[in-house]
């Protein structure tokens, strides 16, 4: 019924655009994608199974705009090929609201725009949509705009529940046999991000305050807390000649966990481009995310140290396979990414090469077994993306991917195993990926 009524607003809009001077688009995209998996985010056992599935995103999108306001609803169904019956009576229907918001301008540079919504700024780092992940990230707040000329400014606010409850704002997922499962998401954000440009030269700055719920249990009294973390940074991008430079720099500070922690953590970024030529491309850079060493977890639990990129879209970082920051090395020894790349457009086809060689950003220590610690080899390992696309005409695309990790010692033990695991160092990851973008109707 949902779809039926959906569907039925869209055709009365599309109707209405014959008698006034509004825009409506209306579009899709259907997205299959195989993935053969063989040590994808983790170094596999020696004796594992690889994996092998086919996952789907379909997504209808419809967009109306006028000069006072624009409006946005994305439905989108996630699903892997089989996890739904041949004949389904919709007892596991997936299908859902990607996006659904509303703006309002109150002259040409002034908005407000609320209700579900991808927030991407700048390079994706912080804040991005997650595009590659079959149901990507939306943020459910309200975003203030003034946007004119060379200077764009926008304030973010957020405050999350998980039901419209009578009394209280606790925000904890589940509570099972009296332990409370706090939420991953947010409970409020408030963030400003400002970009110019000076000439050629861009320059953002971004304040994020990410508030999280934790719970201490004092005797039979149960307190929860918003603890903010704060992270402030800028992002310069200049250009010289045929050079292209992007740099950033950022700092996280505040409480993560629990009340007595205490927060500092740094997050540098370098990276260059020049055109080769006509067709190519040629990136070099390096990122540094700060981590905290195993022994200071350990002996200083509060104490943190580790850089967390937040809601940024981290798939397009620190290699294809998703070894960090994908869900995981969170709070960890942190990171060096030193890479290179090579891109090369012919007609409809376009090809990508990188290699990326990993270095522990902290100590990687390991209790000795007469007390003391001793300090591993900080290289965690070299992973090279290979990527090959065909456009053979718009609103069609086909993408392969083929990934290998040679990993370390170093690596392995970070992730869990132990000298007597029978682990290998090497995986492999594998896609093959359709993307159709129909555009059904528009108003132009």
Known sequence: MRLK???????????????????????????????????????????????????????????YGSTTFKAYISMQDIRVWGNVNQLDVGAYNQFGIHQ????????????????????????????????????ARAHDLGLLKYEKDNLKLHFGLAFSQKNEALFGTNYYASYVGEVYTMNKNYKAMQFVWLHTKLGDTGLSFLFLNNGM??????????????LYSQTIGARLTPALGPVKLATAFYYQMGKVGNDNSSLSALYFALQGSIKAAESSTMIAG???????????????????KSFTPLYGTNHKFNGHMDYFFVGNHGNNVGLIDIYATLKHKMNKWSFFATPHYFIAAADVTQPLTGGGYDNLDKGLGLEVDLGLSYAPQKGVAINFGLS?????????????YSATSNYSKSGTWAYLMFTFKPIFYTSK
């Open 404 to 416: 290998q990790m040679f990993g370390t010692e170093t690596l392995a033990y970070i992730q869990g």
């Open 5 to 63: 009524s959906f569907l039925f607003t869209m055709s009365f809009l599309i109707l209405s655009t014959w008698a006034i001077s509004q825009t409506v688009n209306v579009d899709g995209e259907i997205r299959p994608r195989a993935e053969f998996r063989n040590g994808y985010k983790i170094l596999p056992l020696e004796d594992a199974n690889s994996a092998f599935a086919i996952s789907q995103r379909t997504r209808f999108n419809a967009f």
């Open 100 to 135: 659904a918001w509303g703006e309002y301008f109150f002259n040409e540079s002034f908005s407000f725009k609320v209700g579900r919504q991808e927030l991407v700024y700048d390079d994706s780092r912080i804040f991005g949509n997650v595009g590659w992940a079959q149901q």
């Open 286 to 304: 390096f990122e540094y995310l700060s981590g905290t060493s195993l022994k200071d977890k350990t002996e200083n639990p509060n104490d943190l």
């Open 213 to 226: 719920e934790s719970v201490t249990t004092t005797g039979a009294t149960d307190e929860f807390k918003t």
